[in-house]
């Protein structure tokens, strides 16, 4: 199937201020792009590119003072199929691990994997290892944070998403990947769009989502624990540690965001419809 996708950013600066943006369709994708999802601003400025040390693709501005709004928009070729599942794939000591998945073990901004670390074997050492260990983290987080916009903060941990009860789709994430990696899992933070294809009406406001990544079996497998169902037309955009090190924009100086709009809808192959634009804010 082909898909649109982009979004549309519009921010107010005081002054003149250097932004990194984190909004390209992800390197590992880049082939499946029909039309890329080139970064746009208005009004133009200088964009650098560069990948940074996660390989995500990354730009740099120094947006102008005043209103400026960033934008991509692209279209995307996809399989059609849900995430990949396999209930077999089993997890692997920590000492035949590969190297390059060890980070994904550690303590990071939002993880806190030495304070949770006694909870997660009291909750979770009784499941069985590998795959079903891994949706019982999943299952749990799912019923214990109430989603709701209301409840977004930037600086949610996942010791205060698990006291709280409350967050979204980053705090599901944090909190599900601290679990993990206390359980000797590896699971990286994963942000992008997620399409409502196949999901029932109404659909809510489209918005960037967050998942995690958990390595069993030799490989990297999606899991999801905001929606904790299957997902059709997931499309990757970066990858970490955690939320710190993707933030889609990340500014060096004050802003206020004044528009905020997501898209992502599937079109057909002889034509190309509008994009389904829908405020968020």
């Known amino acids: 199937m082909r898909m649109r996708l982009g979004c549309r950013l519009t921010f107010d600066l005081p002054a ?7 909004l390209n369709v992800h390197y590992s ?14 009004p133009p400025v200088a964009i650098e590119a560069y990948r940074d040390s996660f390989g995500n693709w990354c730009s740099r501005v120094v947006a102008p003072a005043g209103l400026m709004t960033i934008s991509t928009d692209g279209v995307i070729r996809d399989d059609g199929r849900p995430d990949p599942a396999d209930q077999s ?21 939002y993880c806190e994997t030495d304070v949770l670390s006694d909870f997660a074997w009291a909750q979770f050492n009784h499941e069985p290892q590998g795959w079903p260990r891994v949706q019982a983290v999943c299952d749990f987080v799912h019923e214990k944070i109430r989603f709701g916009y209301e409840h977004s903060r930037p600086t949610r941990t996942a010791v205060e998403a698990l006291n709280e009860g409350v967050g979204v789709c980053r705090d599901y994430t944090h909190l599900a990947i601290t679990l993990c990696r206390c359980l000797n899992i590896p699971a990286r ?16 406001a489209m918005d960037f989502a967050a998942w995690m990544e958990v390595y069993l079996g030799g490989r990297w497998w999606v899991f999801d624990p905001r929606n904790n169902d299957t997902r059709f037309g997931r499309v990757l955009i ?4 955690d939320a710190a090190d993707v933030p889609l924009t990340h500014s060096f100086g004050r802003h206020e965001l004044k528009g905020f709009e997501v898209w992502i809808d599937e079109v057909g192959e002889a034509d190309e419809p509008s994009a389904r634009l829908q405020q968020a804010l």
């Open 89 to 109: 794939a089993e997890q692997i000591p920590v000492e035949l691990l590969p190297a390059e998945a060890l980070a994904y073990l550690l303590p990071s901004r």
């Open 189 to 204: 933070y994963c942000t992008g769009y997620v399409s409502d294809i196949g999901q029932p009406m109404p659909h809510s």
């Open 29 to 42: 994708r880049a082939s499946d792009l029909e039309r890329p999802d080139l970064l746009v601003t208005d």
């Open 238 to 241: 970066a990858q970490g540690r």
């Open 16 to 22: 003149p201020t250097p932004m990194i943006l984190l």
